[in-house]
Antibody
Framework: EVQVLESGGGLVQPGGSLRLSCGASGFTFSDHAMTWVRQVPGKGLEWVLSISSSGARTYYADSVKGRFTVSRDNSKNTLYLQMNSLRAEDTAVYHC??????????????WGQGTLVIVSS | DIQMTQSPSSLSASVGDRVTITCRAS??????LAWYQQKPGKVPKLLIY???TLQSGVPSRFSGSGSGTDFTLTISSLQPEDVATYYC?????????FGPGTKVDI
């Protein structure tokens, strides 16, 4: 059974940093790109960033470019999201998603429950 | 960037009704279109990819069609468990943009 499980969310002050993790199981992690999608409670879905299966290629939304960094450790089946210079508008539930496709042509077949990030003073 | 729109933004229908949701891209995206269902309090679930290919395990009452800029998701006979918000998503390149969603009620 495919599972992705996020952790690391919490309350952080504006300008602060947070690191999210996503552990994966039930599929060959190193064969798949992975993605972070966020959702403000009660609102729609916003793609944040994706990373290729090897980690060689990354894709970022303009809203987080230069502030967020994605990485992965295929030996640990784990995806990471380093979030710096956080803003109030980054407040959302962050979902990790197993990703289908290649070269940025991505859609998402399994989603984690998400971890809530609140940016507030 | 390519923008995605959906219509209607919400609808209410009866059990057994045929329901159609429309998704429109601001530019040609070929068939690089996915549909997701998000039930209240749950995570999104992939229903359809490549505009018309049903994801494994998804009931056959769901179908997708279209190419280029205009796409539809059809529920042939609405069931109570289909109450959800439905999102389209284009994936012909970064950014993989989602539509704003269509909320379906009974």
């Amino acid at each position: 059974e495919v599972q992705v499980l996020e952790s690391g969310g919490g309350l952080v002050q504006p300008g602060g940093s947070l690191r999210l993790s996503c552990g994966a199981s039930g599929f060959t992690f190193s064969d798949h790109a992975m993605t972070w999608v966020r959702q403000v409670p009660g609102k729609g879905l916003e793609w944040v960033l994706s990373i290729s299966s090897s980690g060689a290629r990354t894709y970022y939304a303009d809203s987080v470019k230069g502030r967020f960094t994605v990485s992965r450790d295929n030996s640990k089946n784990t995806l990471y999201l380093q979030m710096n210079s956080l803003r109030a508008e980054d407040t959302a539930v962050y979902h990790c998603a197993k990703t289908m496709g290649n070269y940025g042509l991505y859609y998402f077949d399994y989603w984690g429950q998400g971890t809530l990030v609140i940016v507030s003073s | 960037d390519i923008q995605m729109t959906q219509s209607p933004s919400s609808l209410s229908a009866s059990v057994g009704d045929r329901v159609t949701i429309t998704c429109r891209a601001s530019q040609d995206i070929s068939n690089y279109l996915a549909w997701y269902q998000q039930k209240p309090g749950k995570v999104p679930k992939l229903l359809i990819y490549s505009a018309s290919t049903l994801q494994s395990g998804v009931p056959s009452r769901f179908s997708g069609s279209g190419s280029g800029t205009d796409f539809t998701l059809t529920i042939s006979s609405l069931q109570p468990e289909d109450v959800a918000t439905y999102y389209c998503q284009k994936y012909n390149g970064a950014p993989p943009t989602f539509g704003p969603g269509t909320k379906v009620d009974i």
